[in-house]
Every structure is written in C-alpha cells, then in structure tokens.
C-alpha cells in the first residue's frame, strides 16, 4: 500500500516524515503559547499572572508530550503496533480541546460539543486518537481560515465534535464551516504527501497517518463535503463487550 512505501522510504538524519510531523504538532502549540505570551507584553499594559500561568501550564504539557512522543519513536524498532487499551472517545476529543479550545476562541471559531455520555468503550490508545482529532480540528480551522481570509470576518464560523454510538460501534463526527474540498480533493485526500495548503504549511502526511492509526483499532475515517460549504469528518470503531 502506500503507507507502506512511506514507511519503507529513506529517513533525513534518521528522523522518518512520520516523525516530523507527529512532533510538530506540541511543538506549534508551544510556539502559539510563546507568541501568546508575546502579544500579551507587547501590549505595554498590566498582564495577568493568571493568563500568563494558564499558557505557562499548557506549554509545559506540550512539552511532556513531545518527550512521551520521543521516548516512544525510540522504541519504535521493537514495537510491531501500537499498545492499545480501552479508552472512552470522548476522553481524546477533550484533550485535543484542552489544546487549542483557546486559540481557536482567539481566531473567532465556535467550538460546538455534542459528545453522547457513557458511550461503550473501543480498544485504542489515547494518545494516538488525540493526535487523529487533533489533526482533523487543526485542518478545519486551517479551512475556515482560508474562508475568512476569502470573505473577511463578517460570518460566523465554528466546528463541531460530536460522539455518539450505533450499531455496535462509536462514532466521531467533526464538521466545520471553512472553504471546503472539491471532489478531486475528497480523492486525493489520503495519499501521502498531497496537501492543500500552500508550500512550507503542510507536508499531506497528516490524513495519511490518521488513517493508518485508525486502521490499527479497527476503526474507518470518512471525509465528504458539506452543501453549504465546510467538510465534515467521520470516524468509526467497533467497541469492547467486555472489559
């Protein structure tokens, strides 16, 4: 498949794209937390110790996870798959949330939560599924961005998450309303190294990963476009009977 010639390709200095892009995700939220706490001196008025500790916490968490990602590439020779457990859904979505529900408020997007309560659990690992989500709210921002920039700030945006079970599995829907994908797009959107973006802001592994990680727990991923604009993003995964 083609995941398994990106897996197969020459790595740079050791370091596989896979990599890269796994631990470019802390390290831009620790750079938005940086120019956060930039903006806020810059201001030349009082800055609240709170805000200042509140971003200072978050750093530090991002921080922790690009070690816990580090640590565990360095295993990576001997470990056939990842080491799955039972984990509640809506767990990762909120992790995703606790990193980038505030910029996302800073760049006027609306965060929508419908996540069903006490829904079954699905054998995964949570620090991969966070990593899925956040993927895909990072790319419906990065739509309604381009929207905005399109069309100014005169409507109003936002992205939902919602969980929910049918059927015997657990279901993650993510919706937004950014500029959208063309039907070439939805094609192409999971083959390695396709990207949307403009050159230097993405690399097209993002989907790819996503996917494989999501294969590995059984789960599905859906992408289709929206009528009204938007895109809307579904994961599946059959859950545990017995824990």
Known sequence: TAWDLLKMMPTVGGISPGMVHEL?????????GNDLIKLLISRGGPVQESQVEAVAKEMG?????????????SRAA???GIEKQA??????????LDILEHQLQLDRIEVKLELAANLPWVMAQHNRLTQVIYNIVINAKE???AKQAANGFKESHWILLRSFYESGRVYVHVADTGIG?????LDRVFEPFFTTKTKGHGKGLGLTICKQIIRD???RIEIAGLPDGGAAVT???PVILDK
């Open 24 to 32: 470019n995700q802390p390290l831009n939220a620790i750079k938005v």
């Open 87 to 96: 984990v509640r859904i809506n767990d990762p979505i909120r992790s995703t």
């Open 217 to 219: 727990c059984k789960g």
């Open 143 to 145: 739509a309604i961005e």
């Open 235 to 237: 994961l599946n995964f």
């Open 78 to 80: 001997d470990m056939p």
């Open 181 to 185: 994908l063309t039907e070439q797009m």
């Open 61 to 73: 968490k991002q921080i922790d996870r690009a070690s816990l990602m580090i640590e565990r590439f």
